[in-house]
Nanobody, 125 residues
Framework: VQLQASGGGLVQAGGSLRLSCAAS????????MGWFRRSPGKEREFVAA????????DYGDSVKGRFTISRDNAKNTVYLQMNSLKPEDTAVYYC???????????????????WGQGTQVTVSS
């Protein structure tokens, strides 16, 4: 499956952004979807994940209550709504797809089979 992330940009602290990740090539609803991010000098960090049907969601501790993951299987797209952004949210954000037959929402990179190219989010103070 091919993944194309978009929606990144420069925003002031306290602002909002909405990232999108469009998928193509396979049956989108066969995949759990996740968002990860990487800041300079840091490991890739789990941000959020959503199950194939969208019922189950999980978030990294640093974004709980501020970010919301959602998906539209009819549009083959997963979204990440980011509110109350902080300078420490500055990173390259990646979407990823995990082929699964369960309702699992993996939080580790090793579970994911496909990755998008990343979109830069910069939050100024």
């Amino acid at each position: 499956v091919q993944l194309q992330a978009s929606g990144g940009g420069l925003v002031q602290a306290g602002g909002s952004l909405r990232l999108s990740c469009a998928a193509s090539g396979r049956t989108f609803s066969d995949y759990a979807m996740g968002w990860f991010r990487r800041s300079p000098g840091k490991e890739r960090e789990f941000v959020a994940a959503i199950s194939r049907g969208g019922r189950v969601r999980d978030y990294g501790d640093s974004v709980k209550g501020r970010f919301t993951i959602s998906r539209d299987n009819a549009k083959n797209t997963v979204y990440l709504q980011m509110n109350s952004l902080k300078p420490e949210d500055t990173a390259v954000y990646y979407c990823a797809a995990d082929y699964t037959v369960t309702g699992a929402v993996p939080a580790t990179t090793a579970h994911y089979d496909y990755w998008g190219q990343g979109t830069q989010v910069t939050v100024s103070s």
